[in-house]
């Protein structure tokens, strides 16, 4: 139920998640770039059953994660730093072949990250009567469609089309009018940014953006 659903929660509290990722020495948190994915997954259950393919595939690869932080090695999973230099360290990164290691199951959430930027930064800068469907189609096949196989683009595809306009979308984020939900999308986008920044560099850095 679209409208319920949407009453619990406000897009606001997900953005500001990010937020609070980054620290002062630079680091990527885990436990907060994890709940910003958890909402953002609420949110994309409240625009309808036709998502649940896409928030499946997002909760898996969240519980990944998150069980790397319940375990007895938690410590080293507290910032995507110290996620990588453990992992690496301690030959747990298969750069032949899938695996479910933190740092493959991460880049997975960063790269819908960067479509999840340019999709937010479409929608805060798109005209009122824009289609969030082109937003939406545009910007992932700028970004996260490189990485799928045909049949999930054409899935995607499929799906962004039930997508509401520009207006409804912007007031299901439940932050206000339309107008404040732009307002909410440029003071947040920057933080986002920022996160996606970082573990662009630090990923780069270590040659494991192409991780299988
Ligand atoms: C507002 C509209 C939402 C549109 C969402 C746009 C993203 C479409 C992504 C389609 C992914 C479909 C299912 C699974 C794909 C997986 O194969 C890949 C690669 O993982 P692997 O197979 O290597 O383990 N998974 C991903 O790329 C992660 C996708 C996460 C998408 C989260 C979207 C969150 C949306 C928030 C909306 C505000």
Known sequence: NMAEGA???????VLVAFTACVSEQREVRVDPYLA?????????????TIFSFISKDAVTKIEIIENYRNSDQREKYLTVQSMVEYELANGLVDLQKRSDSGC???LRLHRALHWLQMFLEGLRTGK?????????SETYNASLANYHP???RKAAGVAFCALPTRNTFLETMNVGTAEEAVAMLGDALPYICEVYKITEE???????LDLP
Do not use: M, P
Request: overall charge positive; charged content about 20%; aromatic content about 12%.
């Open 7 to 13: 009453e619990t929660f406000s897009l606001r509290e």
């Open 104 to 106: 493959r199951t991460l």
């Open 202 to 208: 630090l990923y780069a850095q270590h040659k494991l």
């Open 150 to 152: 045909w049949i999930i």
């Open 36 to 48: 910003g994915w958890k909402g953002l997954v609420r949110f994309l259950n409240c625009l309808g």
């Open 128 to 136: 009122d009567n824009s289609k969030t469907s082109v937003i939406c």
